[in-house]
């Protein structure tokens, strides 16, 4: 073993040349992270700058073919979907029914989510689980499930009018969005110190005035993100609809079911035109979310 | 234990002994199996933590994030339903007392250790309660805040007459602040000698 300057000398060029060594390690493990990261950011922009290019070259071409630009804006096929009538109806009905199932969704996700977070019990791991089903399950099974479910009392009883009638498209789209709601509940509440609540308690509050004032307050950016989520989910919807609520023109048509609908009878501009309709209010969604709600919530 | 009334009692022992469990105890968070719990001759053991009158500092302070400052010392008065008079009369002379007038439109986010701890004192004392429990409240301090809050705490507690259980590991902290001290040893608490105030 060497002492003195130099062997101080060596040690520091044994040091410099270990963190170099981590330097150009380093360097190659956040280029394969960026080349895996990448190509798949590229895929989703890829996907939407193709959507919105193959609307523009449309337009521009018949715009051409008329042989007036005036026409690029007011006969492209976004403002032709906007003006038609069945597509105007499901632009509703999709904005009617998501709002609908966000709302249920909420509505029962904030009791369950607060259940699963902070109360122990029997059963728990196994409603944990069933709650993850609508998740995983194969969209179409849920929609074939609730189908069969209403050929049963006492769902029959109410069948008639909830099985390819509107009830149905918001029932399914709720059946898979509330799934959703509630894993976000379940983390807003894990994320909330418990121990505000019991301070509350002991300041006079019962549980229900404790939750009511302290802990919904402070669980409102996740409600607000568990809403979205919902909302958005349920627009994307289709394989249960078209299942158990059907693809009814001017009845059951959503907007997911428009562009097969369109798609089915070769309008591909149309189909796109409402594909474009439904990226524009998912990422006004996901602004929202990522503006006002939770950031670092887990579903 | 026994702490009498008026008076400032000390628990203290080591990290992980049991001393939070015990204040939950206090505070009816935790139900007992045995033995009983007695706030001025009640008996309070299996009463409710919303009857029983103890004001809580918990060790986090879990302060109220969307809540301002004025609206954790008002919160247990509004809960009573306290007329708007009483309750602005109440939340001005603690926040004077506290030395918190300034923050009282604040949210606890950007508040510094030491004012976050002068609220949830504020918040625990607002509804004048029988006893006041506080868990390692100086324990996140730097020394000199921890002996600006050494002080408040004894000038409050005499001024507000309330009996005090501070739970610590800190023994200057014991020193400075006990009438009766208190020391938690394999789940047993044992009184050690009491009025040591070096003060």
């Known amino acids: 073993m060497s002492d003195g300057p130099e062997a101080d000398r060596d040690n520091k060029s044994d040091h410099t040349s270990a963190a170099r060594n981590v330097s150009v390690s380093n360097t190659a493990f956040m280029v394969s992270l960026g080349i895996i990261g990448g190509t798949y950011v590229s895929l989703i922009v890829a996907m939407l700058v193709a959507d919105t290019w193959y609307m523009a070259e449309k337009s521009v071409n018949a715009a051409e073919a008329a042989n007036s630009w005036t026409k690029l804006f007011v006969e492209n096929p976004i403002a032709a979907a906007l003006t038609d009538r069945k597509i105007r109806y499901s632009i509703w009905l999709s904005l009617t029914s998501c709002t609908l199932s966000a709302v249920f969704s909420l509505l029962v996700a904030v009791p369950i989510g607060y259940l699963l977070s902070r109360h122990q019990f029997r059963g728990k791991r196994l409603l944990d689980a069933v709650l993850d089903i609508p998740i995983v399950l194969p969209p179409l099974v849920v929609g074939l499930s609730l189908l069969i479910l209403f050929q049963y009392r006492p769902f029959a009883w109410i069948a008639r009018d909830v099985v390819y009638q509107l009830p149905a498209v918001v029932l399914a789209q709720f059946s898979v969005a509330c799934a959703f709601a509630v894993r976000t509940m379940k983390s807003t509440f894990d994320h909330i110190n418990p121990r505000s609540e019991q301070v509350a308690i002991t300041l006079g509050c019962s549980r229900a005035q404790a939750f009511g004032s302290v802990v919904l307050p402070e669980a409102s950016r996740g409600m607000m993100t568990s809403f979205t989520l919902a909302w958005a989910r349920s627009l994307g919807e289709f394989g249960p609809l078209l299942i158990f609520a059907g693809a009814t023109r001017m009845k059951t048509e959503v907007l997911s079911t428009s562009v097969f609908l369109e798609l089915n009878v070769g309008n591909i501009e149309a189909a796109v035109a409402v594909s474009l309709i439904m990226i524009l209010a998912a990422v006004t969604v996901l602004v929202i979310t990522r503006r006002w709600g939770l950031r670092d919530v887990t579903v | 234990m026994t702490v009498p009334a008026g008076k400032y009692g000390v628990l203290m022992g080591r990290t992980g002994s049991g001393k939070t469990t015990i204040l939950e105890c206090i505070l009816g968070l935790r139900t007992i199996e045995t033995g009983t719990i007695r706030l001025a001759d009640e008996d309070v053991t299996r009463l409710n933590p919303a009857m029983r009158g103890v004001g809580y500092v918990p060790q986090d302070k879990a302060l109220f994030s969307k809540m301002t400052v004025r609206e954790h010392l008002a919160f247990a008065l509004s809960i009573r339903q306290a007329s ?109 000698e009491t009025a040591i105030k070096t003060t």
């Open chain 2, 84 to 192: 708007n008079s009483v309750i602005n009369e109440r939340v001005d002379d603690l926040a004077e007392s506290l030395n918190i007038s300034h923050l009282l439109e604040r949210t606890p986010r950007g508040l510094s250790g030491g004012e976050q701890q002068r609220v949830a004192l504020g918040r625990a004392l607002s509804f004048r309660p029988r006893v006041l429990c506080l868990d390692e409240p100086l324990s996140a301090l730097d020394s000199e805040t921890r002996k600006q809050m050494c002080q408040l705490l004894e000038d409050i507690s005499r001024k507000e007459q309330v009996t005090t259980l501070h739970v610590t590991h800190n023994v200057d902290e014991a020193r400075q602040l006990a009438d009766c001290l208190f020391q938690l040893v394999d789940g047993k608490i044992e009184p050690l």
